[in-house]
């Protein structure tokens, strides 16, 4: 039994990692995430999607390189971040205006064009928190597998959408693809040994706090303080980004093992609509905002798109946009949309029983 975990576990980061080199031979936007998560989602859906099981892949080694996403993102604050901060006094409620349009639309999209029933549509059309909305949604009598399958298509279609998007329309490359890097210098055997102790005492902090997407968000605020206050100096290695998306993208590729071409197709169809029409609205907002915050277009979109917040952070460190602001905007619309949703739920769920 061990030895299949494995040996499925190689298979992931074995087709992943020939699709990252693909994609960045092929100059595609950040081709580590992209091109892993693609190659990984094919094999898994040719090789395993027969057995209906779950592939294995271990969370320990998923939330560690997620951990290092949240140091990198920690070591880009400073203080012109720390000024940026008044702008969320703006940013933030608009967010609330737009999540409470993007649910209105996107409800009516899974309810009269998806056909599901209302509850399942209610909770498919929650604009953050896959988990959680999963969780929920089967908590108030809703299609789990349905629940599942399209949040993650979801997050599947911005993360790829947005750079190509950017790519598109302002006719460059992004991301690592171009040459961006976020090395300040050269990471020195420093670096590593700091790195070696952040990861774990963040994944610890962030598990005691129960902080959301606690891998991400614990290293993040503890490298945050120190690199703030001086106490260190951390130049991230660049590589290990490139590393932490290959893990993360073959990991989201390889959930595709438990579906079907045909329930693929349908959630992909309904999922293109949801998202299109979503980025339209976060679209609308950014440009909005863009004439009231010191804020590019760029990192207003990717701080409105409904991506899950570890991808979307990872695409901020890509396209080199700010990435300490986008995270605390999608952390914030992760907990508003979960929180809202936990009341309703709780009181469904009380007016069911009385």
């Known amino acids: 039994m061990a030895m299949k975990k494995y040996l499925q576990l190689a298979v992931i980061l074995g087709s992943g990692t020939v699709g990252a080199l693909l994609a960045q031979w092929l100059g595609l936007p950040i081709p580590f995430l992209l091109g892993s998560m693609a190659m990984s989602a094919t094999v898994s859906l040719t090789t395993f999607s027969r057995t209906g099981e779950r592939l294995w892949f271990p969370a320990r080694l998923r939330h560690v390189f997620i951990a290092v996403i949240g140091i990198m993102i920690g070591t880009t604050f400073n203080a012109d971040a720390l000024n940026a901060a008044s702008d969320l006094a703006i940013t933030l409620p ?16 899974f309810r009269r064009i998806g056909g599901f029933d209302s509850v399942t549509a209610k909770y498919a059309a929650m604009p953050g928190g896959l988990i959680e909305a999963v969780s929920l949604g089967e908590k108030a009598g809703g299609d789990v597998e349905a629940l599942s399958l399209q949040h993650f298509v979801r997050i599947v279609l911005v993360i790829v959408s947005v750079p190509l998007l950017f790519q598109l329309f302002t006719g460059e490359i992004v991301g690592s693809a171009a040459g961006k890097t976020l090395e300040r210098a ?3 055997w420093q670096d590593w040994m700091l790195f070696s102790v952040l990861m774990p005492i963040g994944i610890m902090l962030g598990s005691l706090l129960k902080l959301p997407a606690g891998p991400l968000i614990g290293p993040l605020v503890l490298t945050a303080i120190f690199q ?3 106490v260190i100096d951390l130049n991230g290695p660049d ?3 490139s590393v932490a998306q290959l893990v993360v993208g073959s990991a989201l590729g390889s959930n595709f093992a438990r579906s079907t071409p045909r329930r693929l197709l349908s959630a992909f169809s309904l999922g293109v609509l949801s998202v299109g029409a979503t980025l339209a609205i976060a679209s609308g907002f950014a440009l909005l905002l863009e004439r009231a915050v010191p804020m590019t277009f760029e990192a207003l979109l990717i701080s409105f798109a409904p991506g899950g917040v570890t991808e979307m952070s990872l695409v901020a460190l890509s396209l080199g946009v700010t990435p300490v602001l986008v995270t605390t905007h999608h952390l914030f619309r992760i907990i508003l949309t979960v ?3 936990g009341i309703l739920t709780g009181r469904t769920n009380h007016i069911g029983k009385g």
């Open 94 to 109: 608009a967010m609330v205006l737009f999540l409470a349009i993007a649910q209105i639309v996107n409800f009516g999209i």
């Open 186 to 188: 050269a990471a020195e």
């Open 228 to 230: 703030a206050t001086g």
């Open 239 to 241: 590589m290990l980004v």
């Open 339 to 341: 929180t809202v949703a």
